[in-house]
């Protein structure tokens, strides 16, 4: 036990032997260490925060040109339809025109006027079918409304007893 107490003795002697200021700078690092990295780190965060400042200005200005873009587009589709609907017409007229040449006015008046009667007579066609439905169902309606009527009435008999 006495070799452990030595021992112990000699341990406590070697580290208060060395000095308290040669310790510290061992396990410490040095302040001007220290500055270089947080510098540099302010650096590279300034540069980043820039870099997204520009990033989110591109990406407006890249989606303002998109929409403009996109109304371009619209914009030429709604055109190209309408000229679409421009040359039928152009060519109904042609046709028309033609049919004037051959036939003389008249003939083309009464063809026009014979394919707006025809498409009035499909049209009232129409109707009566529909209204020869609706009246088709009413006779239905009624007549289920008859038979109804019919089974719930129930002629009460009323029989007289004779009390002797």
């Known amino acids: 036990m006495s070799l452990i107490k030595s021992r112990l003795t000699r341990t406590a002697q070697s580290s ?3 000095p308290t200021a040669v310790a510290t700078e061992r396990i410490s690092p040095h302040n001007e260490e220290i500055k270089p990295a947080v510098s540099q780190a302010k650096t590279t965060t300034s540069m980043l925060q820039t870099y997204k400042c520009e990033a989110q200005e591109r990406i ?3 989606n303002d040109k998109l929409q403009q873009h996109e109304h371009k587009l619209k914009e030429t589709r709604d055109k190209f339809t309408a000229y679409q609907k ?3 017409v152009q060519l109904e007229l042609d046709v028309i025109k033609g049919e004037i040449q051959l036939n003389g006015s008249n ?3 009464n063809d026009i006027q014979q394919n707006i009667d025809n498409e009035q007579t ?3 066609e129409q109707a009566l079918i529909k209204l020869r439905d609706l009246s088709l169902i009413k006779q239905a309606e009624n007549n289920t409304l008859k038979n109804v009527q019919i089974s719930d009435f129930n002629p009460r008999v009323m029989c007289t ?3 002797e």
Do not use: A, R, T
């Open 60 to 62: 407006k200005e890249l």
């Open 107 to 109: 003939q083309v008046e």
């Open 161 to 163: 007893s004779k009390s």
């Open 16 to 18: 208060s032997d060395i």
């Open 86 to 88: 421009f040359e039928q």
């Open 122 to 124: 499909i049209k009232m």
